[in-house]
């Protein structure tokens, strides 16, 4: 997605969240004096692949079917270690790195990429963690404008982000398993993050053409984010 597509709906999350721009654009600017450009080769099988987005509820231990049939799987945070237990190999891991950086640091190290995500909130942690990652294998992406090897490819949640970077390389369907919009075992600040990823994967099943199953009995209840185009 360009970035001009992408800007309006940025700017009503900034205002939703009551975030900054300018603390986006500093972790950005961590994020790119550690990382090189990602070389997209190295996700060239997920053009015209089924890909299965994994999310972090704890449906995903029913849900691993899903996952293993699918050519292409990619995680979300903790979803990437329901999967390890499982057996289940990943392709590529989705995360702005608050919850199992370990996972995301051996991932690199056993040659799957990464989207380490950098934004106001997590600088410390990009800092502390990025460096030990193998960086030939970390796609460094941001919310605000990119610069430098940093790639904006739209989402905000590390499971939306994870469908639009399945997007951006050419995915032809999308599935997805351990998602629960109505887990009541969260926090509001999560619940609220959750209702965002929903608008945006509603924008997102829009732009595809594509009917993703996980918004089947709430399209009547979501607005499309406000901005998008
Ligand atoms: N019930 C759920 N609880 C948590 N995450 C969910 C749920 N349903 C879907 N997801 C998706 O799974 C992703 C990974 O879940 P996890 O709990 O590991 O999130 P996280 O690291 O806190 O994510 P984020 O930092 O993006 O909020 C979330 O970013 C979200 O997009
Ligand atoms: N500034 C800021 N940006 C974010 C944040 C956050 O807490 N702060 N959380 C996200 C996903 O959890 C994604 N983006």
């Known amino acids: 997605m360009r970035y001009d597509t992408w800007r309006p709906v940025y700017e009503s999350i900034l205002e939703g969240f009551g975030y900054d721009a300018t603390g986006d654009e500093r972790a950005r600017d961590e994020l790119a004096l550690l990382?090189?450009?990602?070389?997209?080769?190295?996700?060239a099988h997920v053009r015209d692949a089924t890909v299965a987005i994994c999310g972090?509820?704890?449906?995903?231990?029913?849900?691993?079917?899903?996952a293993r049939r699918a050519?292409?799987?990619?995680?979300?945070?903790?979803?990437a270690d329901t999967l390890r237990e499982a057996r289940v190999d990943v392709d590529l891991m989705v995360t702005d790195l608050d919850k199992n950086p370990d996972t995301a640091r051996h991932l690199?190290?056993?040659?799957?990429?990464?989207a380490?995500?950098?934004?106001g909130d997590n600088v410390d942690l990009v800092k502390r963690e990025v460096p030990g990652y193998d960086d030939e294998f970390v796609l460094p992406?941001?919310?605000?404008?990119?610069?430098?090897?940093?790639?904006?490819?739209?989402?905000?949640?590390?499971?939306d982000r994870a469908a639009f970077i399945a997007d951006a390389f050419g995915a032809a369907e999308l599935r997805f398993a351990g998602w629960d919009f109505d887990d009541p075992t969260v926090t509001d600040a999560k619940r609220h993050k959750l209702e965002w990823a929903a608008r945006l994967l509603y924008w997102l099943e829009q732009r595809r053409g594509e009917r993703?199953?996980?918004?089947?009995?709430?399209?009547?209840?979501?607005?499309?984010?406000p901005g998008s185009s």
Not at 57 to 65: I, K, Y
Request: negative net charge.
């Open 56 to 66: 972090g509820a704890d449906s995903l231990a029913d849900e691993l079917a899903v």
């Open 141 to 159: 992406t941001v919310q605000c404008a990119p610069t430098g090897p940093t790639e904006n490819f739209g989402g905000f949640t590390d499971g």
């Open 71 to 79: 050519d292409v799987v990619v995680a979300a945070s903790v979803a």
């Open 212 to 225: 993703f199953g996980v918004l089947d009995g709430r399209r009547e209840s979501l607005t499309l984010p």
């Open 35 to 43: 990382c090189e450009p990602f070389d997209h080769r190295k996700l």
């Open 108 to 114: 690199t190290r056993e040659g799957v990429p990464v």
């Open 116 to 119: 380490a995500h950098a934004h």
